[in-house]
Structures are given as structure tokens and as C-alpha cells.
């Protein structure tokens, strides 16, 4: 029989190893290590000693220890029960210790207390229904300062014409204002992630726009189903007529209107497409459809 090679482990393995904690890399655990990022990006937060600051996954504590020296109290969010521990075990016997709230679990299923500043280092998988779970969280807060897989960070600034905008563009910057900060290499984690990251600040419109949010994202679901398709085409659907004409007749019940309106589509000689509604008395054209819509 052939003699089998032992697997090898780096040497960072083997630290962590000593250490007593292996990162659980499927649930985003990349713990942020380099203290001069660290120190940026609570800069990048201009936090006050009045301050009630939310932190979702802070790992091992780097940063939650600094935000503590900053801030009046600091409520972080933990799935991992060992980082909780480990946590628990940095601020004990310490001044800290009566300054900071931990929440255990899915941040995604907890509701979130009132705070002022949000700084996260969050796993990436959940990026964006964090972030609209943010900006639709009352009351208001000051401003978030999240760490974002990079491609994520950029379609979040991408501004109309740019090949990264997108629904979650126009959503995010419909509700609040969005600065990139900086960037940061995937060598300032451990361990290292596959990919880069970026620094966003996030600041809340505060009063919001005066939309029904949930209405506007189905519109802008529809109009971005397809890239580079006209909305005509997205309109003409027969799975976006059915939703329409549904929604409709749920309106007209809701509000105790008889509904005499029936959704259709016509194509006049002039090639150009038109959502028409039918009434008693004939037709009514309310809307040239062949403009493209942004991709």
C-alpha cells in the first residue's frame, strides 16, 4: 500500500487552530484584522459619545472594543455562539462590559432596536435584504457604514447609463444617499474571502420619498426582469397583464369601487405599442410603451 501524504495546513490554519476557533467561511465569517481598516472606517462613521451603535457580526471583537471607546453603548448582532462567547470573554471585568448588548441570531429575523449609526462587516450572502430591512427601519437613524463584496458596493453608487445599475440602484438611492469610501483587500481578513471589498455609507432620506416602497419595487421588478428589453415588451407579458389586472381588481375591492376597466394590448399602424384600457365607451390610449427601459 502507498504511503498517504498528510494533508497540509498553512500556517494561519494552524494558528486558528491553537486558538480554539475555525471561521465558519459558509456563513460569511471573515474576520475584518487590519487595525488601520478598522480605524477608518469608525473614522468614516463620526461617531459620538452620545451614540447607541448597532454592529452586525462582529467576529472576535476588533472593532467592537474600538466602538465601545467611541460610543455611549454598542448592540451587536451574533449568529456564531462562539464568537459570542469569545466576545463576552474581550470586554469582561472591563469598563466596557456595561456598554455593550449583544442579540443572538439571524439579524434578517431580529428586530432591531433604536440606534443612531450602523457599522457592519457583514457576510455577504445577505447584503441586500440587510440593507432594505435598514433604510425601512424606524425610527431613523444617523447614518450605516458597511463593508460589501465590491461588485455589490458599486451597483449600490452606479448612477443611470452605467453598465452596474440596476433595480437595487434605483431602490437604495431612491431612499437614501450613497457614498463609496474605500476599498479593501481581501488580505486584511481572516481568513481571506475570494473576493474584494468595499466601504459604503449609507444615509437614510429623511422625510422618505412619499412612494408606497413595496408598490414602486414591483414596478422597477418589472421594468428590470430583462436587460436591455424595451418596456413594451416587459408590459406585454401575459404574466405581468394578469398581475396588473389582479392588483387592480384587488384595489377597486379594497377601496369599494365598481371596476369597469379591462387590461389589453393594441399595436396601431405606426408600430407603436400602447396599453389600452377598455371602457363602456371605447377604447382609451393612456401610454406609449416603446421606450426602452435603463439598463
Known amino acids: 500500500m502507498p504511503k498517504v501524504k498528510p494533508e497540509k495546513k498553512s500556517r494561519k490554519h494552524q494558528e486558528v487552530k491553537s486558538q480554539g476557533i475555525m471561521f465558519n467561511t ?3 465569517q471573515h474576520i475584518l ?18 451614540d447607541v451603535v448597532l454592529e452586525v457580526g462582529p467576529g472576535t471583537g476588533n472593532m467592537t472594543v474600538k466602538l465601545l471607546e467611541k460610543a455611549k453603548k454598542v448592540v451587536a448582532c451574533e449568529l456564531d455562539t462562539r ?13 466596557m462590559q456595561n456598554k455593550l448588548q449583544i442579540l443572538i441570531g439571524d439579524v434578517l429575523k431580529t428586530e432591531l432596536p433604536f440606534f443612531d449609526v450602523c457599522v457592519a462587516n457583514l457576510p455577504y450572502q445577505i447584503s441586500s ?17 458597511l463593508m460589501f463584496q465590491r461588485e455589490f458596493a458599486m451597483r449600490l453608487v452606479a448612477k443611470p447609463g452605467d453598465k452596474l445599475y440596476c433595480r437595487l440602484s434605483i431602490n437604495t438611492q431612491l431612499l437614501s444617499r450613497v ?17 474584494e471589498s468595499s466601504v459604503v455609507r449609507i444615509e437614510p432620506k429623511n422625510p422618505p420619498p412619499p ?20 418596456l413594451s415588451a416587459a408590459f406585454k407579458s401575459s404574466a405581468v397583464e394578469q398581475l396588473l389586472e389582479k392588483n387592480y381588481r384587488i384595489h377597486c375591492s379594497v377601496h369599494n369601487i365598481v371596476s369597469l376597466l379591462h387590461f389589453d394590448y393594441v399595436h396601431s399602424q405606426s ?21 426602452k427601459s435603463s439598463s
Open 26 to 28: 459558509g456563513i460569511g
Open 33 to 50: 484584522k487590519n487595525p488601520l481598516v478598522v480605524n477608518a472606517i469608525i473614522e468614516k462613521a463620526a461617531l459620538r459619545p452620545t
Open 83 to 95: 464568537l459570542v462567547a469569545e466576545l463576552q470573554k474581550r470586554v469582561q471585568c472591563t469598563p
Open 129 to 145: 435584504p440587510f440593507v432594505f430591512k435598514l433604510l425601512l427601519h424606524r425610527p431613523f437613524f444617523r447614518c450605516a457604514v
Open 179 to 195: 457614498d463609496h469610501l474605500m476599498k479593501v483587500g481581501k488580505n486584511n481578513f481572516r481568513p481571506p474571502p475570494k473576493v
Open 211 to 230: 412612494v408606497n416602497f413595496q408598490e414602486w419595487d414591483g414596478l422597477v421588478r418589472i421594468a428590470f426582469v430583462r436587460k436591455n428589453k424595451t
Open 271 to 291: 408600430k407603436s405599442d400602447y396599453l389600452c384600457i377598455r371602457l363602456e365607451s371605447g377604447p382609451v390610449f393612456i401610454k406609449n410603451l416603446n421606450a
